[in-house]
């Protein structure tokens, strides 16, 4: 397996692994035995970046990374979050990125990781009621506890991550990005360059789409996020086919697959990008891992550039009300 360096200083492997679909939003929870095992086969596979969340359960998967990880925890790279309103009794809802939840919450995942220290930690999203230097100021103090290693942000704006990255160096950014979703380029990729921060794609397969295994005739679960999303809508679904057969033309003449190619595609933009994309199933783990082989020409980048010119995405990616959560 590759590597690849976040920040100034934190290696991890050129994909990583994440785990909120064995939880959380995609379906009911699968069985802890069948994760646990896919988890231990990521890490012999090569993978040291595992990402999980408190909101993802909630709680459930840090439960869950904690104990598969548990037997490796020195050879992995463990990144989660907080700043989602959740408490002991699983209710509440918004933001929390107050001094003193952060505090609570990083005891919480401590407990629930197994572990005395967390590698990276991100604010899930930006609380707009909380200053951010409040937040990167309370995170610097759990680094220097010893406590926390690497500070991280997620989905978060230019202004909030320079304001951040002034109280305390942020190691990396994570948020959605791939060849459907290409908004990062705009403005936060030069912004991350030029202060040294590395780049975590979410959702760099498309929450599946781009593996070309889903289409108008699809179903999801109630349960499933992409059963209100409406990019994953069946109109949405028949027109943004046109990516799937894109990359599909380039993984045939590579001997990849689509979703290998669109991970490609995302680790030919900048030598510290890590993509995390998240499986349940060990083919998929595997087909996703192997992507770190698969050069893209020069060429081949022209050809994708050029064949995504002609396409436009359908489909707002979140809900007004989830959208309403980003900070730009």
């Not at 030069?190 to 202060?195: G, I, M, N, R, Y």
Request: a negative charge; glycine letters at 10%; aromatic letters at 6%.
């Amino acid at each position: 397996m590759q590597k690849r360096t976040l920040g100034s200083g934190l290696e991890v492997s050129a994909i990583g692994l994440g785990c909120m679909g064995m939880s959380h939003a995609y379906g009911p929870p699968k069985d802890i035995t069948e994760m646990t095992a896919l988890i231990r086969t990521a890490v012999h596979l090569g993978v040291t970046l595992f990402d999980t969340a408190q909101v993802y359960g909630p709680f459930t998967n840090e439960l869950l990374v904690g104990e598969a990880l548990e037997p490796v925890r020195d050879q992995v790279v463990i990144a989660t979050k907080f700043g989602m309103a959740l408490d002991d009794a699983l209710t509440g809802g918004g933001l929390d990125s107050r001094p003193e939840t952060i505090r609570r919450s990083v005891e919480g995942s401590l407990e629930r990781l197994r572990t005395e220290t967390i590698d990276l930690l991100y604010q899930h999203r930006v609380d707009p009621s909380v200053p951010i230097e409040e937040v990167a100021g309370t995170v610097k103090d759990l680094i220097g506890e010893g406590k926390v290693r690497h500070f991280g942000l997620s989905e978060a704006g230019v202004d909030t991550i320079r304001r951040a990255h002034a109280v305390q160096p942020v190691t990396a950014l994570q948020s959605e990005y791939s060849l459907w979703w290409r908004e990062p380029e705009a403005s936060i990729l030069p912004a991350l360059e030029e202060l040294g921060i590395g780049f975590v794609p979410f959702a760099p397969l498309g929450r599946g789409f781009l593996t070309g295994r889903i289409d108008e005739s699809s179903t999801f679960d109630s349960s499933d996020f992409r059963s209100s999303n409406p990019r994953f809508g069946a109109d949405a679904r028949r027109a943004n086919r046109a990516f799937v057969d894109l990359l599909a033309q380039i993984a045939e003449r590579k001997d990849a697959t689509p979703g290998q190619i669109a991970l490609a595609w995302l680790l030919a933009q900048k030598p510290w990008i890590v993509p995390i994309p998240g499986t349940t199933r060990e083919p998929r783990l595997r087909e996703n891992v192997a992507a770190v082989g698969v050069d893209l020409t020069p060429e081949d980048l022209a050809e994708i550039e050029q064949g995504l010119a002609q396409i436009t995405p359908q489909g707002a990616r979140y809900s007004e009300a989830m959208e309403q959560m980003v900070d730009r």
